[in-house]
Nanobody
Framework: QVQLVESGGGLVQAGDSLRLSCAASGRTCRRYAMGWLRQAPGKEREVVAAISWSGGSTYYADSVKGRFTISRDNAKNTVYLQMNSLKPEDTAVYYC????????????????????WGQGTQVTVSS
């Protein structure tokens, strides 16, 4: 089992920045890929950013490319999502997720590919 705890969400204005963090604990001794997903009201959950175990491979959804940056610190079992130039359409509950037994370079871009999820943190962007 892997436990994930997100932090850093909140209410901001359009154009502001936020940094989300997600700390993993439990059975983290194996290589694992990580991702940030979000779900807005009435919409399906989507992967907005993903990162490989090594950190050398990343993925961004088109809607956030150039504005969001995913990174990780394996020594701290933590993944981050730096979100800049936030827009009202970024409003959603943001979840971090883990895919265990991953290779050094694999990334995962579908929600169903992740085995463990955090409880989510709300991000609200006002116009």
């Amino acid at each position: 089992q892997v436990q994930l705890v997100e932090s850093g969400g909140g209410l901001v204005q359009a154009g502001d920045s936020l940094r989300l963090s997600c700390a993993a604990s439990g059975r983290t001794c194996r290589r694992y890929a990580m991702g940030w997903l979000r779900q807005a009201p009435g919409k399906e959950r989507e992967v907005v950013a993903a990162i490989s175990w090594s950190g050398g491979s990343t993925y961004y959804a088109d809607s956030v490319k150039g504005r969001f940056t995913i990174s990780r610190d394996n020594a701290k079992n933590t993944v981050y999502l730096q979100m800049n130039s936030l827009k009202p359409e970024d409003t959603a509950v943001y979840y971090c997720a883990v895919r265990t037994y991953s290779s050094d370079t694999s990334i995962y871009t579908l929600p169903r590919e992740y085995a463990y999820w955090g409880q989510g943190t709300q991000v609200t962007v006002s116009s």
